[in-house]
């Protein structure tokens, strides 16, 4: 009884159907299996000779004899059929034709009708295509005889089943190449002042491409600026060529051409090949980076051109994938640069057991080298960086070599630390392992904060209380760069607004926040320094943009200390300023240094980042006008300037034996204006400002401070209210002296005269 092998594959895939997919999954089945055994390259006008076939097998089902199945098989527009037989004839499991239905084989003939240029029908008569289970030992053969009329590229045929169990389909059989033959290369190799380039493989399109009997002058030309190197290239027939072709040693007709001299003892049945493995020398004028292009031409070979390698002599580039804007004086975010390449122009550029040194500026210093990867290349990370240094090296284990067709690698990133006032390009020199001192921009270093003043700045007197001063704003470079929670030995962030020395803060600006969703501590606004600074505590960090505080109702005090010209101030303190310690040497807190030795690596002796003009003086230190002879008696409120006579609400007495002036009146007679004598009622003491002398003096104090340094007396500075008027009094003597004047005292008279030294 014969078994229907189609009917039980239906059976079992209708039963997995209806338990895995019960909404109707179809079953597949194929009732052939049709094949193309070998596909050929031809030419324009090349003709398939029967080297290929068309393999029809049963599968799933018989082919049907009985029922004189048949089946069509069409050629694409542009080719035609061209079987040696008549228009009717017969084929095999064997692959060949035959003129009458005997020679073939009984039990896998068909009968081949063609029916036009482009069209066959086949009908099966084969006695083991109808009898018992479908085989795929029975198959029918047909051999393709195939001319080529004008097609071109990738070539189809396609299997119409009609009234047969033949499957249906489309099948490629062939390509159409254009010209004779094609040249590819392998790989484009790296080269230096020698090398060798990728190997060239020069194809056959198609079989008998090539003529016989005659020489074909293979013509092989790099660019002018490179040379061949005949010890180097090697020449190897493949294919078809394998004891058919003569090939002849290179003969270079100048530097940079060669010939290579084939001969076909007779025409190739399959395509033959020509590999080519090119020697290549450049010659001084030879620029780094470019291609080097090998132009093939001559006998029956077509035309090409090919880039064989790239010529970048034995050295390295220095890449960065983006030049990232880090922010100065900080320890974590906007710290760390983007990727950083070094790759070798050639592969073998890095030496062995050397070590490549990558260098920064000496107001950066490495803290990290992270996101580490390397290609082609053994390279050692460093691991010693203990962020006191502007440098660290890279050492290569295994390089690569000459052979190595693709260049070594090393990327990584680079955590720094930049010293808080600095801005600009961030350069690396990368040098040594085999690389020539190179440079590149890596980053570029931006200040934490910018600070703008709104309209003109102040306009300040010299020893002057309480002057207004401008309103200025202060705004981060970056959202978060004002920090709260801060690293190093900080604490808590702050901004510091520090004035010029002999400048002070009469009363706590107002501090608001403007612009940003980062707040402060409002609350906490201070002067510290002696009024010389203002901290402004960090609240909340700005989370998603940039936040920007005013500084209004600003007052100054100068003394008299201040030079003449512009008054600067500066923005610093922990928020701003992280990496800040006095006599740094590193690193504080980020926990990237393990170290005991306190070197306190990535750290500065720069405390701030940012000057400003808050203003400048418009009063200059009174030139020395002093009047020549001044004359005050006791117990007289009148005294004389040069022969001019002034008034006084207090009078010169005598206490503790000691003759006293009026500090004011004294001061005033040597040319010190009022605004240049202040009085502090809270403590009793008066300060005069002359020239480039601060004088202070503390009532009941026995002695003077004179720039900072205490002169005694030996009697107290004296303030009374029915002796002297509430005027505060010094002994004249050591008054004079701090005023650098000299005093005559004339007892007959009770004069006191003052000049001038």
């Not at 596909?39 to 009985?66: C, P, Q, R």
């Not at 007779?266 to 780094?288: H, L, M």
């Not at 750290?603 to 200059?620: D, Y």
Request: net charge negative; aromatic share 8%.
């Amino acid at each position: 009884m014969k078994t229907n092998k189609a009917l039980k594959v239906l059976t079992t895939s209708a039963l997995l159907a209806s338990v895995a997919a019960p909404f109707g999954a179809g079953v597949v089945s194929a009732n052939s299996t049709n094949l193309v055994d070998k596909k050929v390259n031809v030419g324009s006008n090349g003709t398939l000779k029967g080297e290929s076939h068309l393999i029809i097998k049963e599968d799933d089902t018989n082919f049907g004899v009985a029922t004189s199945d048949t089946f069509r098989v069409e050629l694409p527009a542009g080719t035609e059929w061209n079987f040696p037989n008549s228009s009717k004839f017969y084929v095999d499991k064997t692959g060949k034709t035959f003129s009458s239905e005997s020679e073939a084989a009984a039990d896998t003939k068909a009968e081949v009708n063609v029916i036009s240029s482009r069209t066959i029908e086949v009908r099966p008569l084969g006695t083991g295509f109808d009898d018992g289970e479908a085989d795929d030992k029975y198959a029918i053969n047909i051999p393709l005889y195939v001319k080529m009329n004008g097609a071109s590229g990738e070539l189809k045929l396609k299997i119409d089943s009609m009234n047969s169990t033949v499957t249906s389909g489309e099948y490629v059989f062939a390509t159409v190449n254009t010209g004779n033959t094609r040249a590819v290369v392998d790989t484009v190799r790296y080269i230096g002042k020698n090398g060798i380039g990728g190997q060239i493989r020069i194809d056959e399109n198609f079989a008998e491409a090539i003529s016989a009997d005659t020489t074909h002058n293979l013509k092989l030309k790099l660019p002018s600026n490179f040379e061949w190197n005949l010890s180097d290239t090697k020449v190897t027939p493949g294919g078809g060529f394998i004891g058919n072709a003569e090939i002849g040693s290179p003969v270079k007709n100048d530097d940079s051409t060669i010939t290579i001299p084939v001969k076909l003892k007779e025409k190739t049945k399959t395509p033959g090949y020509i590999y080519i493995t090119p020697g290549i020398k450049a010659k001084s004028d030879a620029a780094k980076g470019t291609d080097v292009t090998v132009n093939i031409s001559g006998g029956d070979f077509s035309d090409a051109d090919l880039t064989v390698a790239k010529y970048g002599d034995y050295d390295a580039n220095i890449k960065v994938e983006k030049v990232e804007e880090l922010v100065a004086g900080k320890f974590d975010e906007y710290t760390k640069t983007a990727k950083i390449t070094i790759e070798e122009s050639v592969p073998g550029s890095f030496y062995k057991e050397r070590d490549i040194d990558v260098k920064f500026p000496s107001w950066v210093k490495v803290v990290e080298v992270s996101d580490w990867s390397t290609s082609g290349v053994e390279a050692i990370k460093p691991t010693d960086i203990d962020g006191t240094d502007d440098e660290f090296s890279i050492t290569i284990k295994n390089p690569t070599t000459k052979e190595n067709t693709t260049p070594g690698k090393i990327e990584f990133k680079v955590r720094l630390s930049i010293d808080a006032n600095k801005t600009g390009d961030i350069e690396a020199t990368v040098s040594g392992g085999g690389i020539n001192e190179q440079k590149a921009v890596v980053a570029k270093a931006i200040a934490p904060a910018a600070v703008s003043v709104e309209g003109d700045t102040a306009k300040l007197k010299i020893g002057a209380q309480d002057q207004e001063g401008p309103t200025f704003y202060i705004t981060e470079a970056k959202k978060g760069v004002f920090e709260k929670n801060v690293e190093g030995p900080s604490g808590n962030g702050e901004i510091i607004v520090r004035l010029a020395s002999g400048v002070k803060f009469s009363k706590v600006p107002k501090v608001e926040v403007v612009e940003g969703d980062g707040t402060i501590d409002t609350s906490n606004v201070r002067r510290i320094e002696n009024d010389n600074a203002l901290a402004i505590p960090i609240k909340g960090e700005s989370t998603s943009k940039p936040m920007k505080l005013k500084v209004s109702d600003v007052r100054l005090t100068l003394d008299r200390t201040v030079p003449e010209g512009d008054i600067e101030a500066k923005i610093g303190g922990s928020a701003v300023v992280e990496n800040y310690v006095k006599d740094s040497k590193g690193w504080v807190g980020t926990g990237l240094y393990t170290g005991t030795d306190n070197k306190n690596p990535g750290t500065f002796n720069t405390q701030h980042a940012v000057t400003f003009k808050i203003g400048s003086t418009i009063t200059p230190a009174p030139s020395d006008t002093t009047a020549k002879n001044i004359v005050f008696k006791l117990n007289s409120k009148t005294y004389t300037v040069d022969g001019k006579e002034i008034e006084m609400d207090a009078a010169p007495l005598v206490g503790w034996d000691r003759a006293y002036l009026p500090v004011r009146f004294a001061a005033n007679a040597l040319n010190v204006s009022d605004d240049q004598i202040i009085w502090d009622d809270k403590t009793s003491t008066f300060t005069i400002f002359k020239g480039d002398r601060v004088i202070s003096g503390k009532v009941g104090d026995k002695f003077l401070t004179i720039n900072g340094v205490k002169t005694p007396m030996d009697v107290p500075v004296w303030r009374n209210k029915e002796k002297t008027n509430n005027r505060v009094m010094v002994p004249i003597r050591y008054l004079a002296n701090a005023l650098n004047a000299e005093i005559n005292w004339n007892k007959e008279t009770s004069e006191i005269t003052i000049q001038v030294k």
